[in-house]
Every structure is written in C-alpha cells, then in structure tokens.
C-alpha cells in the first residue's frame, strides 16, 4: 500500500510517466471503487484506468489525508478524483495526488447530492463556469499531473446546447483537454443521487456532438454503457468510454478490455484465479485488521450470470462479517462454483 509520498533523487514523481489511456475507464463510484475492488478491476484489467471514489478537499486538507489518498502502486494507472470548489484548496490537492502518486486528478462536476451541494461540490458547479475554469487553472499550475473534470450535459435551468458549450469553453480556456461527460443532466432538487443516474435521460448526441464541435479536446463518454458493443459504436464518435454500475455490478466483463481495446493480452484466465491472485493482498490486509467483509463485498459480482455464483454470494455474505473471518471464507465460497 501506497502511504508515503514518493520521491526520486532527480525530484521527479515516479508517476509521471506516459499519459494514461482513457479508451475504457472504470467510473469514481463512492463506497464502491474502493481500494479493494479496484485492486480486483486491476488483476482483471491492466489497461483500464481506474478512478477512486470521491475525496473532498476538505477531507483531505483537515482529515487524515494518508488516509484517504491510501492505494496500492499496483492499481496504477490510477486517478484521483476530489469535491471542492476553491481553488487554492484544490490546487494543494492536486499537489498532493502527485506526491502520493496518482496517475491523473480529476474534478467532480457531477454529483447531484444535497451534503455536497451545500458545499458548492459537485454538479452545482455546472452552474458556476467560472469558478471551475479558475480551480481548474489553479490545479494545471499545481501539479504536473493531467487535471481532467467529470461533468453532466446540464444541471436543471442551465441545461441549454449553450450552456453546455459555455461551460466546456471556459473550462477548455483554463487548461483542461480532457472532460467525462455523463450523457444527462442532474436535477438538483427533489431527486436523490440515486434517481439522478437513471431518472433524466441520456442523450448520447450531445456528447458526440462536442467531440465533434471541438476535436482538439479529448471526450470520454459516461452513463447507462453495459457491452463492449455498445462501447465500440460510442468510440466511433468519441476518445472514450466510462462505465460505472456494471463495472461494478459484473467484474469479470473488466477480463475482456485488454484484448478487446487495447490489443493486449489478458491478465486473467478464469475467475477463479482471479481471486486467488488476491490472496496474499487479502492476507495482508486482514494482518492490518481489515475486516474481510468489508473486502469481499466488492467480490460479489465475480460470479455474475454464472452457475453457482448465488451460493457463492450467499456464503460470504453469510460468513464474511462473522468476527475473526479470514481467507478460508473466501477458499470455501469458491468451490461454490463449479471451476471450469
Ligand atoms: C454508488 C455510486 C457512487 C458514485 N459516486 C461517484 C463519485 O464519487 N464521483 C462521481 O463523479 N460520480 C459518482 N458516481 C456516478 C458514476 O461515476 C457514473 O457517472 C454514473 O454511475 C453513470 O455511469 P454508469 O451508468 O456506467 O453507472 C457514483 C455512482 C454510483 C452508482
């Protein structure tokens, strides 16, 4: 695990290397894109970039930031996403996700939530074009790091074709080339975050339609993408793609990207192995007393859509939070599932 800043002698991060692809990226997901389970997308995919849930700036700057910036170089490429609004808080931030080693940082325009909302996080900001393109000037002065912003085509009342191209604009002007637009707009009052990712709805054409009004910036499209044919049409029009819940949900769909978008070989040959090679990181983590449910719950969806994969659910849903639970429950969930 990544918890001290990394340093060379020539003063250079050893994270900054070669820009990471942005082809097939795996969605900040709050509670779920935690280090356990990206270390899972990580044995599945080494390709795919990865994004942490969301840290604000506010945690970061007065909580335990080790904390909170905690990874393993393993997940790399790996990018940090954080909530906030002010600039110099946000720029020590950036600072910060490059000492720690992160590949990219990334600003959240996206989340709907109220609690953040209060906070001038998130979505909101949609609204507040300028203060985005003036953190996100801050950052790209900061950190050497890409500094890229996750988006929605709209908040309710700034929700216009103009709207949207004002925002891009001004965010462009500041420095960003890179934006993740979430293909609908967020409601900010009377729908919950929940509601907010499938209630208003998706309109893929926007997105496409500014990658085609400003080819130089790069465009990754996010929301409601489930198959690798789904995200072959969105990559006619666009630098990337972005999925989240099934991401989530279903795992092992992260075995295919290598080969499939990448022209690599995959990581991974069958699920099982697959968990096995995360033995020895789940060993270490229970040393450190990490509760093994608070792991295995990322593991669920391994075995989605496949026979035995409820029993393999059940028992470690059943087992793992049982104190002194170790590796024997995860052993014993596998030969649940018929090992082909
Ligand atoms: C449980 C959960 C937590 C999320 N947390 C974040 C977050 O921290 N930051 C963010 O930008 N988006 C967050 N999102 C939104 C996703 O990044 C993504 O934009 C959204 O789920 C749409 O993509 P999908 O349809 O592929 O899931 C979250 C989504 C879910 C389901």
């Given at each position: 695990m990544h918890t001290i800043p990394s340093e060379n002698t020539s003063g250079t991060p050893e994270n900054l290397g070669p820009e990471p692809s942005r082809r097939f990226c795996v969605a900040p997901m709050m509670d779920w894109t935690t280090p356990h389970y990206r270390y899972l997308a990580?044995?599945?995919?080494?390709?795919?970039?990865?994004?942490?849930?969301?840290?604000?700036?506010?945690?970061?700057?007065?909580?335990?930031?080790?904390?909170?910036?905690?990874?393993?170089?393993?997940?790399?490429?790996?990018?940090?996403?954080?909530?906030?609004?002010?600039?110099?808080?946000?720029?020590?931030?950036?600072?910060?996700?490059?000492?720690?080693?992160?590949?990219?940082?990334?600003?959240?325009?996206?989340?709907?939530?109220?609690?953040?909302?209060?906070?001038?996080?998130?979505?909101?900001?949609?609204?507040?074009?300028?203060?985005?393109?003036?953190?996100?000037r801050a950052m790209i002065e900061a950190t050497r790091l890409p500094v890229t912003v996750k988006h929605r085509i709209g908040i309710n009342?700034?929700?216009?074709?103009?709207?949207?191209?004002?925002?891009?604009e001004k965010?462009?002007?500041?420095?960003?080339?890179?934006?993740?637009?979430?293909?609908?707009?967020?409601?900010?009052?009377?729908l919950s975050p929940k509601e907010n990712r499938d209630v208003p709805p998706l309109k893929y054409a926007w997105v496409y339609r500014l990658k085609q009004k400003y080819p130089h910036l790069e465009i990754i499209i996010n929301g409601g993408i489930k198959t690798f044919e789904e995200c072959n049409e969105h990559l006619?029009?666009?630098?990337?793609?972005?999925?989240?819940?099934?991401?989530?949900?279903?795992?092992?769909?992260?075995?295919?990207?290598?080969?499939?978008?990448?022209?690599?070989?995959?990581?991974?040959?069958?699920?099982?192995?697959?968990?096995?090679?995360?033995?020895?990181?789940?060993?270490?983590?229970l040393e450190r007393g990490v509760f093994l449910g608070h792991m295995s719950r990322h593991f669920l969806g391994l075995f989605h859509g496949m026979p035995g994969g409820r029993q393999f659910r059940r028992y470690i849903s059943e087992n793992a939070h049982k104190p002194g639970a170790g590796l024997e429950v995860i052993q014993v969930a596998l030969e649940k599932v018929p090992e082909s």
């Amino acid at each position: 695990m990544h918890t001290i800043p990394s340093e060379n002698t020539s003063g250079t991060p050893e994270n900054l290397g070669p820009e990471p692809s942005r082809r097939f990226c795996v969605a900040p997901m709050m509670d779920w894109t935690t280090p356990h389970y990206r270390y899972l997308a990580r044995l599945l995919s080494q390709h795919t970039l990865l994004y942490t849930e969301m840290v604000t700036t506010g945690a970061l700057i007065h909580g335990d930031t080790e904390r909170f910036l905690r990874h393993d170089p393993a997940e790399y490429p790996l990018a940090l996403q954080l909530g906030g609004s002010d600039a110099g808080e946000l720029a020590h931030c950036a600072r910060l996700a490059e000492q720690f080693g992160f590949s990219e940082v990334n600003l959240n325009v996206g989340c709907p939530s109220d609690r953040v909302q209060n906070n001038m996080i998130g979505a909101c900001l949609m609204g507040h074009p300028d203060k985005v393109a003036e953190a996100v000037r801050a950052m790209i002065e900061a950190t050497r790091l890409p500094v890229t912003v996750k988006h929605r085509i709209g908040i309710n009342g700034r929700e216009s074709w103009e709207d949207l191209c004002e925002f891009v604009e001004k965010v462009a002007a500041a420095g960003c080339r890179t934006f993740i637009v979430h293909a609908r707009i967020a409601i900010l009052e009377g729908l919950s975050p929940k509601e907010n990712r499938d209630v208003p709805p998706l309109k893929y054409a926007w997105v496409y339609r500014l990658k085609q009004k400003y080819p130089h910036l790069e465009i990754i499209i996010n929301g409601g993408i489930k198959t690798f044919e789904e995200c072959n049409e969105h990559l006619k029009h666009t630098d990337g793609v972005m999925l989240g819940r099934e991401a989530y949900h279903n795992p092992w769909l992260l075995a295919g990207v290598d080969s499939e978008f990448f022209s690599a070989k995959p990581p991974a040959k069958t699920r099982h192995g697959a968990l096995r090679a995360m033995y020895p990181f789940i060993q270490s983590e229970l040393e450190r007393g990490v509760f093994l449910g608070h792991m295995s719950r990322h593991f669920l969806g391994l075995f989605h859509g496949m026979p035995g994969g409820r029993q393999f659910r059940r028992y470690i849903s059943e087992n793992a939070h049982k104190p002194g639970a170790g590796l024997e429950v995860i052993q014993v969930a596998l030969e649940k599932v018929p090992e082909s």
